[in-house]
């Protein structure tokens, strides 16, 4: 048997510690070793109990996340979880955050959110166990740089002219939502580095955090990853990820146009505008994929693509975080093919080579 992972929970809140301690200890393979309500203990906890993985929250007294996160960088490095609010100031310290070297990152836990406590406790577990995984090294404060967030877009330019940039022969969007991240760095982490299709991504998340989510793919991934901007064209080999508060649709000059269209679904960006906005002009090759989510965002979308005679996957229900999308496309029958994250980036490898994927049974 495998020795559990070792956490240390840093909250300033007593309950936000006993909740996020109740969820994890749900896994037996996970062990709370400790909760402090500062910074300042957080690093002298660290130093001492030299746990896998630390959760931080960002705002806390004594000595704050982001002074703690770089002094547990430089003298003691452990894989470090942030644990972030949902607004603009928040967004700004998760992305410094990342930057100094945390692994990823998960929103507070408040009492009006609407995703379920069970949703939560399997995210937060899944991403411990993750955390866990990543070889952390020492960070040099010096080099440490900020990056910039991308703004608002506060109103959207024309369409430009039709891009110069290679035309790509075939298209693949993505669909996501919680558990989602994670999802797309296991299936990102199997594509051949070299794919020579667009890949769009649309990942349920709020304003300002698809921008971090796509610096953080970025100091990951051998390829470009970019939040995608109004008028960017798709360029093989290069990943857009759709803004928060935007729709994605796709232009037929290739390019992406953002809309602040009503929500479709409950959510904006919308898995499905997106899907059907490439399907119609993509018609046979697009490529559709949709991972792990809550709702059924998605599955009209990958109807879309199935009915113009495209590809269709879906993450497998045993490798989801939760699998109601994923299961709404696959009830529906327009599924071709159902996997884990890194099986599905291995078959569009295959696609890529212009090579049939091994047939995988589908079952509702």
Known sequence: MSDPVRVIIADDSPFICRLLKQ????DPSISVVKTVHNGKEAVESVKTLKPNVLTLDLDMPVLDGISALKQIMAQCPTAVLLVSGVGKEGARRTEEGLSIGAVDFIFKYSPDA???????RRELIAKVKSAARVKVIRTIPSRLKKQAIIGNISSLPPIPPASTAPASERLVVVGASTGGPLALKEMLSSLDPAF???LVIVQHMPERFTAILASQFGRIFPFPVKEASHGAPLIPGTVLIAPGNRHVLISSDHCVHLSSAPEVNGHRPSIDVTMQSAARIFSSRCIGVILSGMGHDGAEGLLAIYSSSGMTFAQSSESCVVDSMPMSAIQKGIVH???SPAEIGRWLTEKTLKKSPAAIKVTA
């Open 196 to 198: 020579n299709f667009p």
């Open 23 to 26: 969820y994890l200890e749900s």
């Open 337 to 339: 093919y159902a996997g």
């Open 114 to 120: 609407q995703i379920p406590k069970s949703t939560l």
